[in-house]
């Protein structure tokens, strides 16, 4: 950023003080727009996840791959699992809406903290 700065020292004609302030203000403006615009991307993705989530919970049974199923231990443990996951859908659903919104309020908290310090 130092050449923008000395082009933009020039042109103001000062000693270091508006240009300085000018260069951080657009600093700050460039690094916030791309934290706004990846956690409204993130929001969307999340959106769009959790919807398929959703759809695919009306399907049939589910089946672990045979590749899962075969690890000792985890694979019964997974299958136990994702039995309970189906046979109980609007539990699950409600369950992941919470972990959703859990993650999604600690991830904007973060981004607050992470854009006051900046």
């Known amino acids: 950023?130092?050449?923008p700065?000395?082009?933009?020292r020039r042109q103001l004609k000062d000693k270091a003080g508006l240009s300085a302030a000018v260069m951080?203000?657009?600093?700050a403006a460039v690094i916030f727009l791309t934290i706004y615009w990846l956690a409204a991307m993130l929001?969307?993705?999340t959106k769009i996840a959790y919807q398929s989530l959703v759809s695919?919970?009306?399907q049939g049974p589910y089946q672990l791959p045979d590749f899962i199923?075969?690890?000792p231990w985890l694979g019964n443990y997974l299958q136990?699992?994702?039995d309970r996951l189906t046979n109980d859908r609007a539990e699950a659903a409600t369950q992941l809406a919470d972990w959703a919104k859990q993650w999604l309020g600690e991830f904007a908290k973060f981004l607050v903290v992470s854009v006051t310090t900046s």
Do not use: A, C, H, V
């Open 1 to 3: 950023m130092w050449p």
């Open 5 to 8: 700065y000395r082009w933009l």
């Open 24 to 27: 951080t203000t657009i600093i």
């Open 43 to 45: 929001q969307d993705e």
């Open 56 to 58: 695919n919970f009306t």
């Open 69 to 71: 199923s075969r690890i």
């Open 80 to 82: 136990e699992w994702l």
